[in-house]
């Protein structure tokens, strides 16, 4: 499957295609597979449990996994999934 | 109380005579200041039914208790008036150097009544106050004002307001200029001070604002100071300023697009986004007393506007000039910006007054016969600038266009209204409320027309835990972060801080009684920010705002979002209705959105 990472606020990787071998996924599982096989600021938004660094935000297309199933949240094929922080307003 | 000097200078520009009012410890302890005490003087001083562009009218300008202190963000004043594009209340927020030399001088504030008989500019020092005859800055732009005044005070540190020709020609979006760069820029506050025939405000001060513990104020300082160092969010800010904030507008499906007919654009990306602008930062910059510096200074370096260079562009002006008018050339946005700082216009109204006319011109509703030739079509920015003389100089068809969008739709009719974005008259900002349905409350309740100060929800809807395609528990989520910031907003300090280093309602506490002495709690706060947002409501309630007033552009609540993660999505009017009603009843007011008697006794108002 491929999905798309979108970085932003730390530092800038907007919207890049990653391959990934998963089948029917969840973002924990979309997420151990990028911290072990691709490159990207993981650990500076990421813990070693997968929960959030202090001021970092996850979001699947569009919305914050916060207020959908969380680690669980299902990913399929084409989503893109943002890192970045809570910004504040403009 | 430490902090308050206790008095404003209240000026009467028809005959020229000025007093000095006192502002009782009481009057404090209720309202704050900025906002708080904005609304109860605005109450007390302009009679229902005033026409804003009259001398009867007033125009405010406050500090807050903690105004010129060392607290971050502390270089804001609020101007407040009855607005000429809303005929309701306006308070409009602006960093600047004069908010700190008020202070100096011995003010909390000014009040400006009256209309000079000629054109004149303010001028007040410890020595006095005097008003000047203006020959020789009337007609030009807020830079070339301000340099001049500037000059003509010498070396000293000199705060100066101002109004461009858009001010001048009353154009109903005008904004007022600090600094440069800074502007008081929503809901027409421009246009009251030229309906004065007031160009400009010199002040310059000495004395130090009284602190009552100015070793505590430090120790909270160099705290928080380490908090943002070590804040990913603030480092963010600071690196990146309000650009960031297309960067998650887009990716949320809420960045207005095409006269908000969309809520994502690709083409964005990499140009007119963080991105985009962070690649033109030459350097970064933090308003006075502030030690965030969250503010960037852009240059153009190649092409038609080699050499541009300005502070900013904030996000708005990205959203409103780049994605809602579909241009994707960041040299040319900045442009535009210069040219709204210089001529006075506030950036969000114009941005969206020619993307809604730009709609126009795409649906035939209008063509180029009524606008001396000139075609305003989305993704031309010639166009665009073209349009922005035309307006702060009311030439030909920005005559209309100056009067903002809600009466340039009634003017075009043909079921323009559709499509004008406006709430109560003043122009939608930079944020698509069909992807956050929080948003959409905001802007429909705001007392001062669609509002992006007042609460932030896509924090909460987008970047928080609250789902954003629903109306379950989006008026309390209102109602909690209007608390907050009429609370920031009646200190009176910048919001930003607050969010990103982020500083808490303890905080603040904290702050308010290391510079006045006076404790304050949790409670008292949000006792003050129901009583402030009450007594504006009544503000308006005496205007003859209804419940009516309180809505949303056919677009928003009937049209589906076509595009992005809110695809299909739209308010509706069931919805709106159950956030309002859910709304004022946790103001306590009643269904037609009228504070109840009991809510009035309660708040002493």
């Known amino acids: ?90 | 109380m430490k902090g308050f000097c206790g008095k404003l200078l209240e000026i009467d520009l028809t005959s020229g005579k000025t007093k000095n009012t006192t502002i009782s410890d009481e009057i404090v302890e209720k309202y704050l200041g900025g906002r708080g005490l904005g609304a109860r003087l605005l109450t007390d001083m302009v009679p229902a039914k005033t026409d804003p562009l009259s001398p009867e009218n007033v125009l405010i300008f406050l500090t807050g208790p903690l105004t010129a202190t060392m607290v971050p963000g502390s270089s804001k004043f609020v101007v407040i008036t009855k607005s000429p594009l809303t005929h309701g209340w306006c308070d409009s927020y602006s960093s600047g150097r004069i908010s700190v030399e008020l202070k100096k001088v011995g003010y909390d504030g000014m009040v400006i009544r009256g209309k000079s008989n000629y054109p004149c500019y303010l001028r007040f020092d410890s020595k006095g106050v005097e008003l000047r005859e203006a020959n020789l800055i009337w007609g030009r732009d807020s830079f070339e004002t301000e340099k001049m005044l500037r000059e003509s005070e010498g070396e000293a540190p000199v705060g100066v307001s101002s109004i461009g020709p858009a001010g001048e020609k009353l154009c109903r979006f005008a904004c007022i200029n600090s600094d440069l760069y800074r502007q008081a820029a929503r809901g027409g506050v421009g246009a009251v001070m030229g309906s004065k025939n007031l160009k400009a405000i010199v002040v310059k001060g000495k004395k130090e604002v009284d602190l009552h513990d100015r070793k505590r104020l430090i120790e909270l300082n160099r705290e928080n100071y380490q908090r943002a160092k070590k804040s990913v969010v603030a480092q963010a800010r600071m690196k990146y300023g309000t650009p960031l904030t297309l960067n998650i507008t887009h990716t949320g499906g809420i960045l207005p697009t095409k006269n908000f007919q969309f809520g994502t654009w690709e083409k964005a990306l990499g140009k007119i986004d963080s991105v985009g602008v962070y690649k033109s930062t030459i350097s970064h910059k933090a308003c006075l007393s502030c030690f965030t510096h969250c503010g960037m200074i852009t240059r153009v370096s190649e092409g038609k506007y080699k050499g541009s260079e300005l502070e900013g562009p904030e996000y708005e002006t990205l959203g409103m000039f780049g994605s809602n008018q579909l241009i994707d050339d960041l040299p040319a946005i900045i442009q535009a910006n210069i040219l709204c700082d210089k001529l006075g216009l506030d950036t969000i109204s114009t941005g969206n007054v020619i993307g809604f006319i730009m709609e126009c011109f795409e649906r035939e509703l209008i063509s180029s016969k009524e606008t001396e030739g000139v075609e305003i079509r989305f993704g031309d920015s010639e166009a665009s600038l073209a349009a922005i003389e035309m307006i702060a100089y009311r030439q030909g068809f920005g005559d209309i266009l100056a009067e903002g969008v809600k009466a340039v739709s009634e003017r075009i009719g043909k079921d323009s209204d559709r499509f004008a974005m406006h709430v109560k008259g003043m122009e939608f900002p930079a944020y698509e409320p069909r992807g956050a349905f929080g948003s959409a409350l905001s802007y429909a309740v705001s007392p001062r027309g669609a509002c992006h100060r007042r609460a932030w929800p896509p924090a909460k809807e987008i970047l928080g835990n609250y789902p954003p395609y629903t109306v379950e528990g989006k008026a309390e989520m209102v109602k909690g972060l209007y608390d907050e910031n009429c609370i920031l907003h009646s200190l009176l300090v910048c919001d930003m801080p607050a969010k990103f280093i982020p500083l808490s309602q303890d905080d603040y506490s904290k702050y308010f009684e290391a510079v006045t002495g006076e404790p304050v709690s949790k409670e008292d706060f949000r006792i003050i920010a129901d009583r402030i947002e009450t007594l504006i409501k009544m503000f308006n309630v005496r205007e003859g705002f209804t419940r009516k007033d309180d809505t949303l552009p056919y677009r928003t609540l009937h049209e589906p979002l076509p595009d992005g993660p809110a695809k299909g999505q739209f308010i509706g009017e069931e919805n709106l209705n159950r956030m309002l009603d859910e709304y004022y009843e946790l103001r306590e007011w009643d269904r037609l959105g009228i504070p109840k008697e009991e809510t009035l006794k309660k708040y002493q108002l």
Do not use: Y
């Open chain 1, 1 to 90: 499957m491929i999905i798309i990472t979108n970085v932003f606020g730390t530092e800038f990787a907007l919207k890049r295609p990653v391959t990934l071998d998963l089948e029917s996924p969840t973002l924990r599982d979309v997420l151990v597979a990028l911290q072990r096989h691709h490159e990207g600021p993981w650990k500076r938004i990421l813990k070693e449990d997968l929960s959030l660094q202090e001021g970092c935000v996850v979001l699947v297309n569009g919305r914050n996994i916060a207020s959908l199933e969380k680690l669980e949240t299902e990913i399929h094929d084409g989503d893109e999934i943002t890192f970045t922080v809570l910004a504040a307003g403009g």
